[in-house]
């Protein structure tokens, strides 16, 4: 069972920037995937970026060129850098992990860009 813990939501104007992280409660080199996904209301949860355990990088395209999925193994954590934040960016956003044939998810963040 792979725990994990999302932070740094928030509110945002937008053009702004947040970094959101996820802390896995054991070594990311055992998990095949790490991502996040997001869920407008009424909208069903959309894939924004994930990375494997072998570096490779998947976003989605409305968010390519603006946020930045990076990893950290020493201290088994994701983050997702969002910079140019738009109002359609507003959802709860969750963290995913993909081992094996199992998926595991974070509580969810609220990020909401709004003036």
């Known amino acids: 069972q792979v725990q994990l813990v999302e932070s740094g939501g928030g509110l945002v104007q937008p053009g702004g920037s947040l970094r959101l992280s996820c802390a896995a409660s054991?070594?990311?080199?055992?998990?095949?995937?790490m991502g996040w996904y997001r869920q407008a209301p009424g909208k069903q949860r959309e894939l924004v970026a994930a990375?494997?355990?072998?570096?490779?990088?998947n976003y989605t395209n409305s968010v390519k060129g603006r946020f930045t999925i990076s990893r950290d193994n020493a201290k088994n954590t994701v983050y997702l850098q969002m910079n140019s934040l738009k109002p359609e960016d507003t959802a709860v956003y969750y963290c995913?992990?993909?081992?094996?044939?199992?998926?595991?998810w974070g509580q969810g963040t609220q990020v909401t860009v709004s003036s």
């Open positions: 995913n992990a993909h081992k094996i044939i199992n998926d595991y």
């Open positions: 054991e070594s990311i080199f055992t998990i095949y995937s």
């Open positions: 990375i494997t355990n072998g570096g490779r990088i």
